[in-house]
Nanobody, 123 residues
Framework: QVQLVESGGGSVQAGGSLQLSCAAS????????MGWFRQAPGKERDFVAR????????YYSDSVKGRFTLYKDNAKNTVYLQMNNLKPEDTDVYYC????????????????WGQGTQVTVSS
């Protein structure tokens, strides 16, 4: 069992920055990868980025490459998403996901989710 708590969301103007964090607790030794997804009402949970806990293999959605940076602090069991040059289309609820096994861009591959944090980007 893994518990995930996201934080760092807020409202910014286009071109601004936010940093999201996701703190993991529980059976964190079982972590294979952690990722960020975003979801708007009535939409699918869309992939943003993920990182493997060992090896630091990072995979980004094409829509955020060059703007978002994913990194982690193993000692703090925390993953971060630095979001720069935000666009209105980035507006969504952002969720942190945990995977026990190999996982990439598919939401169904993740076993646990945080409560979500709202990101709003105005033009």
């Amino acid at each position: 069992q893994v518990q995930l708590v996201e934080s760092g969301g807020g409202s910014v103007q286009a071109g601004g920055s936010l940093q999201l964090s996701c703190a993991a607790s529980g059976r964190t030794f079982s972590t294979y990868a952690m990722g960020w997804f975003r979801q708007a009402p009535g939409k699918e949970r869309d992939f943003v980025a993920r990182i493997t806990w060992s090896g630091d293999s990072i995979y980004y959605s094409d829509s955020v490459k060059g703007r978002f940076t994913l990194y982690k602090d193993n000692a703090k069991n925390t993953v971060y998403l630095q979001m720069n040059n935000l666009k209105p289309e980035d507006t969504d609820v952002y969720y942190c996901g945990h995977a026990n096994r190999r996982a990439g861009s598919r939401a169904y591959a993740y076993d646990y989710w945080g409560q979500g944090t709202q990101v709003t980007v105005s033009s």
